[in-house]
């Protein structure tokens, strides 16, 4: 290739390059000549040069003007420049190889060329620059003693990638690194400066609070911080690590990608969009590993069969596995935990377990026995007042404490006497429970209303072996054996008071699934006497019960509540992230969860100046209008309703996530969900099992998910899954 040539191809980079010792001008690819040079001194000159690196030399012409008569000798030398940018100076026996010797013109002769050998490389580099030096003339003066040379670079500018070892998702508790590397697909003669930038969308992870990055020499990355690829060096390896900060957050994305800094951006290239980012997810143990994953509901198709209806999303559609769990559940028996398990195809009747692990959520329940063991406490119709003297959760009711005592006392009264006369306490025995170190763990406590809900599964469950004969309670007796067959009265105990009537604790029934609020003051009500299932979550959480502290995060209620002011936000604000997702904080993601919710009801309009929701055009439906409501809001232009198309009603467990029981009039916490209608109701996706004309509901003035005609007109909030 002529340097002609070579400087026609650069010409976006050369505007003009003077030639001086080919008398031509290289203008707009060597379309003209330039006007001779101007006459030089009499004596000798060395004259400036270039060429390109690969022709393996570079020549600089010694001119003697005018010629002698007789011979004219001078010496040369090549001489390395000094200056303060060493990435334009010729380093000599590296860039070139150093030469000196002695020129002789004959009589007659006016030009000597000195041919310096080029050491040419596949390195990127600035063009560089040597000197030939002329002296110790014999015959004539030295008028020009240096001239510099310039070698032209011809390797391409290198092109910068990123790429991770591995883009399986990442746990966040698993601390061995994942490795970055930054490559470059040629070596430079440059220090080339690159940028890492951190992604900015809804669900992004944090640098230094979800995750670090770390240079070769152990040194953090900041957020901006320049990363700089040594010269000689094709690549910077860098470790990435999750950071387990033990907090209840949504999966959130690692979003990187190259970047140029502006000094040096005529000196690297980047590769394609796909070839300079890399995604990767934090899974969050935390969220899971504290109970908060929600159980799917186990529900079949409705008659109606709905396209948007609970039972075509989540496990119980997506999970087909019955071994370990109808419906999309998963269990693993304990006789011990964790130490003792039990087959999950086992009868209770040939080995007994204690205990159940719920692999979802990671909560351990306890296991009751057989109902024939009348002085057992735990035997599965045993019933318990409810009694909670912690004035953080019991609204300053706390229920009746142990009654009808014998001559020993409490123990008599959940061990002795007759089943209907003698009834201890919920309290009174959660104590038994640790006491024997129920299962091999202590820790055993109430469980809350979104935890037992976690159990119930309203699907169909066929007829097992093993004493089971009431298909109807709904909950998995392969795994829950001993359930009491013959009452009417199926509700079970959790931990909550209800907000609207103090006097009475929330309860699950489990003929049905819904709510009750059962009076926990009157001995002789009907339902005073309910059952018990223990949860532990000692297994997942150093800190074991949270039932007994003091909360230390607010729920903000719309109607001021003596009677909450004595009962546990479930809510509180900083449980979510308010989050701009087609507008400005107009929806929240809930970080126990990892849903994203509407923040207004549908049809209702975000304010993002005022922070409120804009009621005059709020929209209520008929159950099945609603389901149809989700399919048009999900079909809507612009990848459909706030961005998305994957909305859907909530399931009852989903919609009950978000009920706060501390609050009355519309049971949510105002300042994430603000403007919920006070006395109204809010649909569910999920049919009533034991009336297909009925669908679950929100009650915003109870605060308890019931059941409501299909043919009721009720509001609408949205959901969408965040983490799979």
């Given at each position: 290739?002529?340097?002609?040539?070579?400087?026609?191809?650069?010409?976006?980079?050369?505007?003009?390059?003077?030639?001086?010792?080919?008398?031509?001008?290289?203008?707009?690819?060597?379309?003209?000549?330039?006007?001779?040079?101007?006459?030089?001194?009499?004596?000798?000159?060395?004259?400036?040069?270039?060429?390109?690196?690969?022709?393996?030399?570079?020549?600089?012409?010694?001119?003697?003007?005018?010629?002698?008569?007789?011979?004219?000798?001078?010496?040369?030398?090549?001489?390395?420049?000094?200056?303060?940018?060493?990435?334009?100076?010729?380093?000599?026996?590296?860039?070139?190889?150093?030469?000196?010797?002695?020129?002789?013109?004959?009589?007659?002769?006016?030009?000597?060329?000195?041919?310096?050998?080029?050491?040419?490389?596949?390195?990127?580099?600035?063009?560089?620059?040597?000197?030939?030096?002329?002296?110790?003339?014999?015959?004539?003066?030295?008028?020009?003693?240096?001239?510099?040379?310039?070698?032209?670079?011809?390797?391409?500018?290198?092109?910068?990638?990123?790429?991770?070892?591995?883009?399986?998702d990442l746990v966040e508790s698993d601390l061995?690194?994942?490795?970055?590397?930054?490559?470059?697909?040629?070596?430079?003669?440059?220090?080339?400066?690159?940028?890492?930038?951190?992604?900015?969308?809804?669900?992004?992870?944090?640098?230094?609070?979800?995750?670090?990055?770390?240079?070769?020499?152990?040194?953090?990355?900041?957020?901006?911080?320049?990363?700089?690829?040594?010269?000689?060096?094709?690549?910077?390896?860098?470790?990435?690590?999750?950071?387990?900060?033990?907090?209840?957050?949504?999966?959130?994305?690692?979003?990187?990608?190259?970047?140029?800094?502006?000094?040096?951006?005529?000196?690297?290239?980047?590769?394609?969009?796909?070839?300079?980012?890399?995604?990767?997810?934090?899974?969050?143990?935390?969220?899971?590993?504290?109970?908060?994953?929600?159980?799917?509901?186990?529900?079949?198709?409705?008659?109606?069969?709905?396209?948007?209806?609970?039972?075509?999303?989540?496990?119980?559609?997506?999970?087909?596995?019955?071994?370990?769990?109808?419906?999309?559940?998963?269990?693993?028996?304990?006789?011990?935990?964790?130490?003792?398990?039990?087959?999950?195809?086992?009868?209770?009747?040939?080995?007994?377990?204690?205990?159940?692990?719920?692999?979802?959520?990671?909560?351990?329940?306890?296991?009751?026995?057989?109902?024939?063991?009348?002085?057992?406490?735990?035997?599965?119709?045993?019933?318990?007042?409810?009694?909670?003297?912690?004035?953080?959760?019991?609204?300053?009711?706390?229920?009746?404490?142990?009654?009808?005592?014998?001559?020993?006392?409490?123990?008599?009264?959940?061990?002795?006497?007759?089943?209907h006369t003698s009834t201890c306490s919920s309290?009174?025995?959660?104590?038994?429970?640790?006491?024997?170190?129920?299962?091999?763990?202590?820790?055993?406590?109430?469980?809350?209303?979104?935890?037992?809900?976690?159990?119930?599964?309203?699907?169909?469950?066929?007829?097992?072996?093993?004493?089971?004969?009431?298909?109807?309670?709904?909950?998995?007796?392969?795994?829950?054996?001993?359930?009491?067959?013959?009452?009417?009265?199926?509700?079970?105990?959790?931990?909550?008071?209800?907000?609207?009537?103090?006097?009475?604790?929330?309860a699950i029934d489990f003929l049905n699934g819904?709510?009750?609020?059962?009076?926990?003051?009157?001995?002789?009500?009907?339902?005073?006497?309910?059952?018990?299932?223990?949860?532990?979550?000692?297994?997942?959480?150093?800190?074991?019960?949270?039932?007994?502290?003091?909360?230390?995060?607010?729920?903000?209620?719309?109607?001021?509540?003596?009677?909450?002011?004595?009962?546990?936000?479930?809510?509180?604000?900083?449980?979510?992230?308010?989050?701009?997702?087609?507008?400005?904080?107009?929806?929240?993601?809930?970080?126990?969860?990892?849903?994203?919710?509407?923040?207004?009801?549908?049809?209702?309009?975000?304010?993002?100046?005022?922070?409120?929701?804009?009621?005059?055009?709020?929209?209520?439906?008929?159950?099945?209008?609603?389901?149809?409501?989700?399919?048009?809001?999900?079909?809507?232009?612009?990848?459909?309703?706030?961005?998305?198309?994957?909305?859907?009603?909530?399931?009852?467990?989903?919609?009950?996530?978000?009920?706060?029981?501390?609050?009355?009039?519309?049971?949510?916490?105002?300042?994430?969900?603000?403007?919920?209608?006070?006395?109204?109701?809010?649909?569910?996706?999920?049919?009533?099992?034991?009336?297909?004309?009925?669908?679950?509901?929100?009650?915003?003035?109870?605060?308890?998910?019931?059941?409501?005609?299909?043919?009721?007109?009720?509001?609408?909030?949205?959901?969408?899954?965040?983490?799979?």
């Amino acid at each position: 290739m002529s340097i002609c040539q070579y400087l026609e191809k650069r010409s976006s980079m050369l505007n003009a390059i003077v030639i001086t010792s080919l008398c031509f001008v290289v203008v707009a690819g060597c379309s003209r000549r330039p006007p001779p040079p101007p006459p030089l001194d009499p004596g000798l000159h060395v004259l400036e040069t270039s060429a390109i690196e690969d022709n393996g030399s570079i020549r600089f012409t010694v001119r003697l003007e005018p010629s002698r008569d007789e011979a004219v000798t001078v010496q040369y030398e090549t001489v390395q420049l000094a200056g303060s940018d060493p990435n334009v100076i010729a380093v000599q026996n590296n860039d070139y190889t150093a030469d000196a010797g002695l020129l002789t013109f004959q009589p007659g002769e006016i030009s000597k060329v000195v041919s310096v050998p080029v050491n040419g490389d596949a390195v990127y580099e600035y063009d560089e620059k040597l000197s030939l030096r002329i002296f110790g003339a014999e015959g004539a003066n030295v008028v020009t003693s240096r001239a510099d040379g310039t070698i032209i670079n011809d390797d391409a500018i290198p092109v910068a990638t990123l790429a991770i070892d591995t883009v399986v998702d990442l746990v966040e508790s698993d601390l061995s690194a994942r490795t970055l590397t930054v490559q470059m697909d040629s070596l430079s003669a440059l220090d080339t400066p690159l940028v890492i930038k951190h992604g900015t969308d809804v669900l992004k992870a944090v640098l230094n609070i979800d995750y670090s990055i770390t240079d070769p020499y152990g040194n953090k990355l900041l957020d901006g911080a320049v990363l700089t690829i040594p010269a000689g060096e094709s690549q910077v390896v860098l470790s990435l690590n999750s950071i387990d900060d033990g907090d209840k957050e949504a999966d959130e994305n690692i979003s990187l990608e190259l970047g140029l800094v502006a000094s040096a951006s005529n000196d690297i290239r980047l590769g394609s969009p796909s070839e300079r980012k890399v995604t990767i997810k934090i899974i969050d143990e935390d969220l899971r590993l504290h109970g908060i994953v929600l159980n799917d509901t186990g529900i079949d198709l409705s008659p109606t069969n709905a396209v948007e209806e609970d039972a075509v999303f989540g496990f119980d559609a997506t999970d087909a596995d019955s071994t370990d769990g109808q419906r999309g559940f998963k269990f693993t028996k304990y006789a011990s935990y964790p130490d003792v398990t039990v087959a999950a195809a086992t009868e209770y009747a040939t080995t007994a377990w204690n205990c159940v692990k719920d692999e979802r959520t990671g909560l351990l329940w306890e296991v009751k026995q057989d109902t024939s063991v009348t002085e057992n406490p735990r035997r599965g119709n045993r019933k318990f007042y409810w009694y909670f003297d912690n004035i953080f959760s019991n609204a300053q009711q706390s229920g009746l404490s142990n009654l009808n005592q014998g001559v020993d006392g409490e123990n008599e009264t959940c061990t002795g006497g007759s089943l209907h006369t003698s009834t201890c306490s919920s309290t009174y025995y959660a104590s038994i429970a640790n006491d024997i170190a129920l299962c091999g763990m202590t820790g055993w406590r109430l469980p809350t209303t979104d935890e037992l809900r976690g159990l119930v599964m309203l699907g169909s469950t066929p007829i097992y072996n093993g004493g089971i004969t009431n298909d109807a309670i709904k909950i998995d007796q392969r795994f829950f054996p001993n359930s009491d067959q013959s009452s009417p009265l199926m509700h079970f105990w959790t931990s909550e008071s209800s907000a609207s009537e103090p006097v009475k604790a929330v309860a699950i029934d489990f003929l049905n699934g819904q709510d009750i609020a059962v009076n926990k003051t009157d001995a002789t009500a009907a339902r005073s006497r309910g059952y018990v299932r223990l949860v532990n979550d000692k297994a997942i959480t150093q800190a074991g019960s949270h039932q007994g502290a003091e909360p230390t995060a607010a729920a903000i209620c719309d109607v001021p509540n003596q009677a909450g002011n004595y009962m546990r936000a479930q809510t509180a604000t900083d449980r979510f992230t308010f989050a701009d997702f087609g507008g400005t904080k107009n929806v929240v993601i809930d970080n126990m969860t990892g849903l994203m919710w509407d923040r207004c009801p549908l049809g209702s309009s975000w304010d993002s100046v005022a922070g409120s929701c804009d009621n005059t055009n709020i929209i209520s439906k008929v159950w099945s209008e609603a389901l149809d409501q989700v399919s048009i809001q999900n079909a809507l232009p612009s990848a459909g309703y706030l961005g998305a198309s994957n909305w859907h009603l909530p399931d009852m467990k989903q919609l009950s996530s978000i009920v706060e029981r501390k609050c009355v009039g519309s049971s949510v916490n105002k300042e994430v969900f603000p403007d919920t209608p006070a006395g109204a109701g809010f649909w569910s996706s999920t049919y009533f099992p034991t009336d297909t004309a009925k669908a679950f509901e929100h009650s915003t003035s109870s605060g308890l998910i019931e059941p409501a005609a299909k043919t009721d007109l009720r509001y609408m909030r949205l959901v969408r899954e965040t983490t799979p």
